[in-house]
């Protein structure tokens, strides 16, 4: 693992610069409710509502966690003409997300994931039951070249954060190609379409699939990332996440793997990927290279995993976080 001290002297590195995230945006629902008893028509339990909260998800979670660090952050992506899509824009505007590379489409709903959570005693809520409201084909064409034409700002890194959700056709993917900005995809299975990127992420799910093959030890996944890095010829590399074992980072120096601090009260795993892309992006930028970029975003992620939902950790939260496991 790279030293605490140069991770610690990487997180000011973090802040300042100007990333545009393309990709699915969603918006992400809790309805929470007190379990006070069971239904007498179902075995389920019945919820009393409490609250409701709502949370900038899918691409949103990266360009969420860019601007917590300090960073500018411009959402290009498409939203539906309804009320969470004015939703949606409210809550990036609120984070200070530039929101003018979103794009409205009457004809697309907002993409919703709606979570019915059970709240019991003093625990965090529980989730019982999601309901998601989603049109998963792909983007007219008129809209992917608006999309592109919205990339078009001096950013010095683009992330595709892509959750097959129809927004990244070969179209956008094409003109992200070509511009002149360090280009990272979250690429969640569809790793081919990435060819030429940068940076891939993936998971190693994701990576067993696209090789056709079981992975289980370290050199398992050395091999893989490796395979990976020349099939889809990427510039820089790629990392190979593997959940509570790290991230395998295969790059021009080789191959890494990059041990994950160890966390003890792991409540939600939902958003560490987008935490990883994100800091891993920003780290590139500020001159890390890939295995240093990884192991700082271990540390981002393991942040986000103590938490229930989508979280961006700020600069100061990563630099205590490295701390805490200095000692």
Same mark, same amino acid.
Do not use: F, K
């Given at each position: $693992?790279?030293? $605490?001290?140069?991770?610690?002297?990487? &997180?000011? +590195?973090?802040?300042?610069?100007?990333?545009? &995230?393309?990709?699915?945006?969603i918006l992400d629902e809790y309805l929470i409710g007190?379990?006070?008893r069971l239904s007498r028509e179902a075995p389920i339990p019945v919820l009393e509502f409490e609250r409701r909260e709502v949370i900038p998800g899918g691409a949103a979670n990266p360009a969420?966690?860019?601007?917590?660090?300090?960073?500018f952050a411009q959402q290009v992506a498409v939203v539906g003409a309804d009320e969470n899509g004015a939703t949606l824009r409210a809550l990036l505007a609120e984070r200070g997300i530039l929101t003018d590379g979103l794009v409205t489409d009457a004809a697309r709903q907002t993409t919703t994931k709606t979570r019915i959570m059970a709240q019991i005693g003093l625990r965090f809520p529980q989730q019982v039951a999601r309901l998601d409201r989603v049109d998963r084909s792909p983007i007219r064409?008129?809209?992917?070249?608006?999309?592109?034409? #919205?990339?078009?700002?001096?950013?010095?890194?683009?992330?595709?954060?892509d959750y097959l959700n129809g927004l990244l056709t070969a179209e956008v993917v094409t003109g992200v190609r070509a511009l002149p900005a360090l280009r990272v995809a979250d690429a969640q299975g569809e790793l081919d379409k990435y060819s030429g990127f940068d940076v891939v992420k993936c998971n190693a799910d994701e990576a067993a699939r696209a090789l056709g093959r079981a992975l289980h030890s370290d050199a398992d996944f050395a091999d893989a990332a490796q395979?990976? &890095?020349? #099939?889809?010829?990427? #510039?820089?590399? &790629?990392?190979?996440?593997? +959940?509570?074992? +790290?991230?395998t980072v295969a790059s021009e120096t080789g191959v890494a793997?990059? #041990?994950?601090?160890q966390v003890e009260d792991v409540f939600d795993t939902v958003g560490a990927g987008d935490t990883v892309v994100a800091i891993v992006t920003l780290a590139l930028l500020a001159g890390a290279d890939l295995a240093t970029a990884a192991a700082l975003a271990t540390f981002a992620a393991g942040i986000v995993i103590r938490r229930v939902g989508n979280y961006a950790p700020s600069r100061a939260e990563l630099a205590a976080e490295i701390a805490a496991h200095s000692a």
């Open positions: $693992m790279a030293e $605490m001290a140069a991770l610690l002297a990487l &997180v000011e +590195g973090l802040a300042g610069w100007r990333v545009a &995230v393309v990709g699915d945006v007190n379990a006070q969420a966690n860019i601007a917590a660090v300090g960073s064409a008129e809209l992917a070249e608006s999309l592109v034409a #919205r990339l078009q700002a001096p950013q010095q890194a683009v992330i595709c954060s395979v990976l &890095v020349g #099939r889809l010829g990427l #510039r820089r590399g &790629v990392c190979l996440t593997r +959940g509570a074992a +790290g991230i793997h990059v #041990r994950a601090p």
